[in-house]
Structures are given as structure tokens and as C-alpha cells.
């Protein structure tokens, strides 16, 4: 779940143009603007520099879509927001609107053990609610597991 070589903000911009871009159809500027809570032009920029680093595709005036490569980094960025989602929600939990925002700065600096914990004893609080088993009995399955 490492993601090395990209800053909190090539993050949110690839994180952003994933899930704006509902696949195929690509992100639109106004969009990202919007969602990212800055100009048009410095999506522009920023996107320029994505372009650089071969993560986007982006014409002037078009959507911009993400290369094979943004693809996977921006699914890795999403799957570790749901993650701490998830575990702020529903073992926490914090109301959706507090763990949205939470986990939007957690997932940038969140070292990758500790995000695999989170997962982890997620899954477990989620089976032991789920099943009623003895928290021992499902701690110690749990621990075992490779």
C-alpha cells in the first residue's frame, strides 16, 4: 500500500481525477477546480506536471484521464482513504463527515504497517460484531494468520 515518489498533493489530484473521471469519460477541469478548491489555471499547471511524470493525459480543452500508471497510484491513494474510512466509522465510530476529512489527511502520511493493522483489526472488531465469537478465540485466528 506504499505509495514512494509522490507528494500529499500529486495525491489529491490523482485521487481526485479518479474519482471524478467515472472512468473512460475522464475529469473535467471545473471539476478538479471545485474539488480541490482552486483556480482552473492552477489545475492546469498542476496538471502539466502530472503529464510530465507520464500519470495523466490532458488536452486543452478536454478531460483529463489517467495513464495506465495514475491509474494504479490513484487506486492505491482511494484504497487507503476507504480503509481509514471504514475503520474511523465503523470501529470509532466517528461520523461519516468527520472520517471523510480525517481520512483525506491521514491517508497521505499513514505509514504502510500501520495502515495494514488498521485493516486488519478492522476486519477482526467487524467479525467478532458480526459472528458474536469470543474475542480471544478470534484474536488469537486473527494473529496467526500470514
Known amino acids: 500500500m506504499e505509495i514512494e ?4 498533493r500529486e495525491e489529491e ?11 473512460d469519460r475522464g475529469a473535467r477541469i471545473v471539476d478538479l477546480s471545485r474539488e480541490l478548491k482552486v483556480s482552473p489555471p492552477s489545475v ?6 502530472l503529464e510530465r511524470k507520464g500519470l495523466i493525459i490532458y ?6 484521464r489517467l495513464t495506465e500508471e495514475g491509474l494504479k ?22 461520523s461519516l463527515e ?17 495502515l495494514s493493522k488498521i485493516a486488519r483489526f478492522t476486519v477482526f ?11 480471544q478465540e478470534l484474536y488469537k485466528k486473527y494473529m496467526n494468520r500470514a
Open 5 to 8: 515518489g509522490y507528494t500529499k
Open 13 to 23: 489530484y490523482l485521487e481526485a481525477i479518479y474519482l471524478k473521471g467515472n472512468g
Open 44 to 49: 492546469v499547471g498542476f496538471l502539466r506536471k
Open 59 to 64: 488536452e486543452k480543452g478536454g478531460c483529463v
Open 73 to 94: 497510484v490513484a487506486k492505491r491513494i482511494h484504497e487507503r482513504h476507504l480503509i481509514l474510512e471504514k475503520f474511523l466509522v465503523n470501529v470509532l465510530g466517528v
Open 98 to 114: 468527520v472520517a471523510e476529512r480525517d481520512a483525506c489527511q491521514i491517508e497521505h502520511v499513514i505509514h504502510p504497517e500501520t
Open 125 to 135: 472488531v467487524q467479525d467478532v460484531l458480526m459472528k458474536k465469537k469470543s474475542l
